[in-house]
């Protein structure tokens, strides 16, 4: 399976020369000004990684230190063991008592165009408010809270509020259905929801509430809902279980201290797509997250206290926690909430969203850089985006030529840009250049962050010469690591640290070239990246099989222009069912109410039966090579029935 996949994304290798040195004047003025002073702290970072993480971790406020830096290892490697801190004191309080109190923590545009600016001192009364909200309707530390919202500030509080009492929180994704809450909301048997009335996105609303209804009526565990009201738009309250956050918050005292938490006390779950139908709920704690989010924000960002930043991601995936949340706002920087679509109301939002506020520091996705040359550079024209300084990517490998329109229409050739590669498992980023010290080249998440020590090996965990494919794997833990799937310690044992004993296993591919640079070649496991957004493809089979027409199905990726990639189906039906066009949109649509709308399969196609290996494994890759070319060309000895491809070939779209 691996091998297969490698040698498959070999075929779509680039080979990219370009180099683009940090700027002069962006590295004099940087955290870390020369290549030779990242190797050196690189070095030091790997040779004593306690004092190098010692040090990083004293730039925070602890109310007691820690007994030792690091302690054990893969997989039961503790950080910071015996230090109590907390993150909402180290996001807020630290700020607001000191220095910048005035200064804007949270600067919120609406989709409808209004803007809110809330100062950490303002943040710091908000943050206690609702705290005392959450401990009124009796949420302790150690219990979970679902949040299910939109991008509006509540949220970043609602997250700081349940940091500060202990309790955990697990945010779902505001565009995904009802089903996705309800089992999100049992695997971790959460006592209250977070959620309001409705949210925009462009130009109508979702209606959030409605939609937590819908999912709780599986759910026995919750006890309360918390409500935010954004728009007003009438919502069904039930007595006893629903409360207004408005008049919650009007009746709360205004002082709340934070909790003690432990190192390695649980901070939040987020659950992300696996190789199986049931996502993982992995589980970040709080000392290390803290540090590694930190540092990573004040190096690769290389934040400034006069930045105004500006993550793009939604909350509800883990880019927003650890880079709109908890490691921007550690290190005191104005950040940027926009709360819907980037075309709305037309194609140039983001770019007046620059100009309007200043913006300096701009991080994006790969799937967003695409759909902005789609939609032409004249969107950008009229925009100055002299505030930029540097820019980001996230969440897939961006292609070279993707990567030079961002350098060029979007950094007007003066910004350096970040390819971040990391993980919701990692925390942070791992590999990513140090903007004032690595030159960058297109296409590349250049080098690893301090501390991280990536290799590329074969399956066998033998590290491959440079310039050769191979396994993504870290070999030395690193803070900001998950630290187990919630309830399910074996499944995180085998999913990580069982393919390559020692190491942990990236589940992608990369290969290293000459000059120590890497270069992600995408997933080698059944996880498919759709702009951006981790699906498993397992986890649309299992909804499509809950149709109760369907037979049998297999879900494979297969490269798109602007998703990176598009989801195809091909499904067997029950006997004696027609497969006819409307039964098509019905399945599709059928995957979007349960899943989400991301997961909408983009081609679905009846089949008779699915190509198996003689053992009944579905042959994957003849599926990605059909769904991607339209034929199949490699090896296919092992099939079972050969008739199964050719009458695959003939199905339309
Ligand atoms: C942060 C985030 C993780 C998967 C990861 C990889 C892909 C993320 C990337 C990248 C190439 C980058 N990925 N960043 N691939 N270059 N800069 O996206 O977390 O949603 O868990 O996805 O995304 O395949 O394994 P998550």
Redesign the pocket.
Known sequence: MLEEKLTENFSSLLRENRVFPAPADFAAKAHIKSESEYEALYRRSVDDPEGFWGEAASELEWFAPWKKVLEGEFPDAKWFTDGKMNLSHNCVDRHANGALKDKVALLWEGEPGEVRKITYGELHGEVQKFANVLKNIGVKRGDRVAVYMGMCPELAIALLACARLGAIHSVVFGGFAAHAISDRVNDSACVAVITQDTSYRRGSEIKLKAIVDEALQKCTSVQHVIVYQRSGSPVNMVEGRDLWWHEAVAAASAECAPEWMDAEDPLYILY?SGTTGKPKGLVHTTGGYAVGTYLTTKYVFDLRPDDVYWCTADIG???GHSYVVYGPLQCGATVVMYEGAPNWPQNDRFWKIVDDHQVTVFYTAPTAIRAFIKWGDQWVKGYSLASLRLLG?????INPEAWMWYHREIGKERCPIV??????ETGMHVLAPIPGAIAAKPGS?TKPFFGVVPEVVTKEGDPVPAGQGGLLVIRKPWPAIARTIYGDHARYVSSYFSEIPGSYF???GARRDEDGYFW?M??VDDVI?VS?H?LGTMEIESALVAHGKVAEAAVVGRPDEMKGQAIAAFVTLEEGVEPTDALKQELRQWVAKEIGALARPDDLRFTQMLPKTRSGKIMRRLLRELATTGTVSGDTTTLEDFGVLAKLKETDE
């Open positions: 992300t995936w883990v880019t990517t996230v969440g897939e490998p390819d971040t590669y990391w993980q919701t998440a990236t589940g992608d992600l995408g997933r990246n951006g981790r």
